[in-house]
């Protein structure tokens, strides 16, 4: 079973800035992997995808030319790096993973496993 840490969130301020790291332990490579996020009282929902190879990406429209996602395979870790950060980014933030089939997937519902989530709060 993957084990996925996430590690970076804080307090900012808005327009601020904040990388977001998410390591899987046991020296497992990780696979296709997600970014999601949950501010309370709302559902789960997709922020940032990438392909196990990194050669595809896709994002949800609210925080595109803002946010990037990327991964280093050789350190086994997946990034999302944030700028230009705005109060509405408040949220608990999720990695998940999900075995490798070729296809970038924004569901919930199609992520195996899941990291335990780090707070990210932007103060206006």
């Known amino acids: 079973q993957v084990q996925l840490v996430e590690s970076g969130g804080g307090l900012v301020q808005a327009g601020g800035s904040l990388r977001l790291s998410c390591a899987a332990s046991g020296g497992f490579r990780l696979p296709d992997m997600g970014w999601f996020r949950q501010a309370p009282g709302n559902e789960r929902e997709f922020v940032a995808a990438?392909?196990?190879?990194?050669?595809?990406?896709t994002y949800q429209d609210s925080v595109k030319g803002r946010f990037t996602i990327s991964r280093d395979n050789t350190k086994n870790t997946v990034y999302l790096q944030m700028t230009s950060l705005k109060p509405e980014d408040t949220a608990v933030y999720y990695c998940?993973?999900?075995?490798?089939?070729?296809?970038?997937?924004?569901?919930?519902?199609?992520?195996?496993?899941w990291g335990q989530g780090t707070q990210v709060t932007v103060s206006s």
């Open positions: 990438i392909l196990e190879t990194g050669d595809e990406t």
């Open positions: 998940a993973g999900r075995w490798a089939d070729g296809a970038i997937e924004t569901m919930v519902h199609e992520y195996s496993f």
